[in-house]
């Protein structure tokens, strides 16, 4: 039996935001770590705000592919809050509970990011990185 599903599906989304941020900058051709240091230190540069967030929509639409993935839409926390790509790492990482009969939407997240995950793999594969 998994005693931690909330431990899984933080690592899960950490390291779909790390594989869609190392995409990111193949397609930027970022390579060196200056050039990563300047974008992420200037406000000013548009690709502050992407390499910046944790919203995995929002790293996947850069790449070109949004809508490729649908993450659940009613996930809320027990205290109303909506949980959505840019905060589910929070929700993991605090223990946060989902309201009573939205724990599947939990499952349906995770199922979500795995399919993210095999298509980074995927993609980093054809590049044969």
């Given at each position: 039996?998994?005693?931690?599903?909330?431990?899984?599906?933080?690592?899960?989304?950490y390291s779909d935001e790390c594989g869609l941020k190392y995409l990111l900058l193949r397609k930027w051709q970022i390579l060196l770590?200056?050039?990563i240091e300047y974008i992420m230190s200037n406000k000013e540069d548009p690709r502050?705000?992407?390499?910046?967030?944790?919203?995995?929509?929002k790293l996947i639409k850069e790449l070109g592919f949004a809508g490729e993935f649908k993450f659940p839409t009613k996930?809320?926390?027990q205290r109303d809050i909506q949980i959505n790509s840019?905060?589910?790492?929070q929700y993991c990482r605090y223990g946060i509970k989902a309201?009573?009969?939205?724990?599947?939407?939990?499952t349906a997240?995770?199922?979500?990011?795995?399919?993210?995950?095999?298509?980074?793999k995927e993609?980093?594969?054809q590049e044969e990185i």
């Open positions: 039996k998994d005693n931690s599903p909330k431990s899984r599906r933080l690592l899960l989304a770590y200056r050039d502050n705000e992407i390499i910046t967030s944790h919203n995995i929509e996930l809320k926390s840019d905060n589910f790492h309201q009573r009969d939205l724990e599947t939407d939990e997240f995770e199922k979500t990011l795995i399919e993210i995950a095999e298509w980074i993609r980093i594969e």
